[in-house]
């Protein structure tokens, strides 16, 4: 079975602070590793997908990497509008075409 | 163009009563996703729909839990006889094709069963 575990559950940091959130997983035959941001009371929004550990790949003060068993999102010189829940997902490659979510991190971005 | 939008966005209704929950996808995405969110807990895949067919029900809770798709656009997550447990957001998401790799996700509807 897919599971996808994230730490830490909470993070606060000050503004301009940077930090990296950790994403573990095992999956069979990864299809791929998403990162998703949620702000309250809203759904997901895509921010990267990864395929092979190596990859990176970065979004404004995001970085998100991958190695075999785990992903990471640095998040470089956080501003407050950084502070939502960031949510991990895996997607098998084995006939199965949904994604097993992580609990998320929830960062706190203080001014 | 519009993305994945959900109604209603908010529905609070009593035990034993039916649901539904619509979701319209982003135009052209043959491939449609149900997830349901509790609360401090990671999106739980309930069902998907490739065009207007379900190759995977497996996430489905119960037989309560139902879900069809027309036309290649709308579904529709049927709740039947709610129980308090069923209390979550229902978040629908789409992609151009199943083999796809990004889901994109509508706002959610938050369901409340008193």
């Known amino acids: 079975e897919d599971q996808v575990t994230q730490s830490p559950e909470a993070l606060r940091l000050q503004e301009g602070e940077s930090s990296s959130l950790n994403c573990s997983y095992t999956?069979?035959?990864?299809?791929?590793l998403f990162w998703y941001r949620q702000d309250p009371g809203k759904g997901p929004e895509f921010l990267f997908t990864?395929?092979?550990a190596g990859e990176e790949k970065e979004k404004e003060r995001l970085k998100a990497t991958l190695t075999k068993k785990e992903s990471f999102l640095h998040i470089t010189a956080p501003k407050p509008e950084d502070s939502p829940t960031y949510l991990c997902?895996?997607?098998?490659?084995?006939?199965?075409?949904?994604?097993?979510f992580g609990t998320g991190t929830r960062l706190t971005i203080i001014p | 163009g519009a993305g994945v939008s959900q109604s209603p966005s908010n529905k609070v209704t009593e035990k034993g009563k039916d649901v539904e929950l619509r979701c319209d996808p982003i135009?052209?995405?043959?491939?449609l996703y149900w997830y349901r969110q509790r609360l401090g807990q990671g999106l739980e895949f309930l069902i998907y729909?490739?065009?207007?067919?379900?190759?995977?029900k497996s996430g489905l809770p119960s037989d309560r839990f139902s879900a069809e798709r027309t036309g290649e656009s709308v579904s529709t997550l049927t709740i039947q006889r709610t129980q308090q447990e069923d209390s979550a957001v229902y978040l629908c998401?789409?992609?151009?094709?199943?083999?796809?790799?990004?889901?994109?996700f509508g706002p959610g509807t938050r369901l409340l069963v008193l």
């Open positions: 998401a789409s992609s151009f094709i199943a083999e796809a790799e990004t889901q994109y």
């Open positions: 999956v069979s035959g990864l299809r791929g």
């Open positions: 990864l395929y092979s």
């Open positions: 997902a895996v997607g098998s490659n084995f006939g199965n075409e949904k994604l097993t």
């Open positions: 135009s052209g995405h043959t491939a």
């Open positions: 729909f490739q065009g207007n067919s379900a190759p995977d």
